[in-house]
T-cell receptor, first 114, second 113 residues
Framework: ETGVTQTPRHLVMGMTNKKSLKCEQHLGHNAMYWYKQSAKKPLELMFVYNFKEQTENNSVPSRFSPECPNSSHLFLHLHTLQPEDSALYLC?????????????FGPGTRLTVL | GQQLNQSPQSMFIQEGEDVSMNCTSSSIFNTWLWYKQDPGEGPVLLIALYKAGELTSNGRLTAQFGITRKDSFLNISASIPSDVGIYFCAGQVGAGNNRKLIWGLGTSLAVNP
C-alpha cells in the first residue's frame, strides 16, 4: 500500500485536449515531485515543490503546467500535448529536499497522446 | 552530464538462484538508492546507502556503496517469483536543496518458477 496516490491511472487524450493529473500524499511530507518515465530512458525529473514553492523546473515545455496548492496535493495540467509526451508520469514525495530524504513514489498515470 | 551505467539490462533466472546487478559511473555520489518497480506501479525503495563501503541488507537483498563512491551493487539471494520486476539504481549528487538523483536505466528481472 502506498502513501502516494495518483489519478487517473490511465489517460488517453488528443493533442488539443486539456487534462490534469492529480497526486496526493498521505505521509506528511513537505516536498513533491513530478517525473516522466519513458521506455529506454532514465527517469526524468520535471518539477520539484518544497513547502508549496516550486524549486526546480528542468526545462520542461510550457504545455506542462504544475500546481501545488498545499504540501499534500500536486497537479500537472496538460495542454496541447504531442504524441512523444506519451509516457508514465510519476509523482513522488519526500520529507524535504535536503538530508536523507528518500522519495516515495505513487503508482503513476499512464498517458497516451493520440 | 552525469550518467549511470546499470547492468545487466535484463536477466532471466531460475527460482532459487542468486542475482547480482550493479551501477557504475565516472561521477562521485554521496548516496546510492535501489528501487524496484512492479508492472503498472511506481518504484518502491528497497535499500538506501549513505557511506562509502556501507553494506546493507533487507531480507534477501544486500547492497553495497562502493569504496570509490562511483559504484554500487545489489544482490538478491535465493530468488523467488515475486522478485520479478525492474530494479533501478539512483545516485545522489550535490548538497542541501541542490541535491539531485541520477537514475540508471534499470535491470529487468524474470524468474522462472
Amino acid at each position: 500500500e502506498t502513501g502516494v496516490t495518483q489519478t487517473p491511472r490511465h489517460l488517453v487524450m488528443g493533442m488539443t485536449n486539456k487534462k490534469s493529473l492529480k497526486c496526493e500524499q498521505h505521509l506528511g511530507h513537505n516536498a513533491m515531485y513530478w517525473y516522466k518515465q519513458s521506455a529506454k530512458k532514465p527517469l526524468e525529473l520535471m518539477f520539484v515543490y518544497n513547502f508549496k514553492e516550486q524549486t526546480e523546473n528542468n526545462s520542461v515545455p510550457s504545455r506542462f503546467s504544475p500546481e501545488c496548492p498545499n504540501s499534500s496535493h500536486l497537479f500537472l495540467h496538460l495542454h496541447t500535448l504531442q504524441p512523444e509526451d506519451s509516457a508514465l508520469y510519476l509523482c513522488a514525495s519526500s520529507q524535504g529536499t535536503s538530508g536523507r530524504r528518500e522519495q516515495f513514489f505513487g503508482p503513476g498515470t499512464r498517458l497516451t497522446v493520440l | 552530464g552525469q550518467q549511470l551505467n546499470q547492468s545487466p539490462q535484463s536477466m532471466f533466472i531460475q527460482e532459487g538462484e542468486d542475482v547480482s546487478m550493479n551501477c557504475t559511473s565516472s561521477s562521485i555520489f554521496n548516496t546510492w538508492l535501489w528501487y524496484k518497480q512492479d508492472p503498472g506501479e511506481g518504484p518502491v525503495l528497497l535499500i538506501a546507502l549513505y557511506k562509502a563501503g556501507e553494506l546493507t541488507s533487507n531480507g534477501r537483498l544486500t547492497a553495497q556503496f562502493g569504496i570509490t563512491r562511483k559504484d554500487s551493487f545489489l544482490n538478491i539471494s535465493a530468488s523467488i517469483p515475486s522478485d520479478v520486476g525492474i530494479y533501478f539504481c539512483a545516485g545522489q549528487v550535490g548538497a542541501g536543496n541542490n541535491r539531485k538523483l541520477i537514475w540508471g536505466l534499470g535491470t529487468s528481472l524474470a524468474v522462472n518458477p
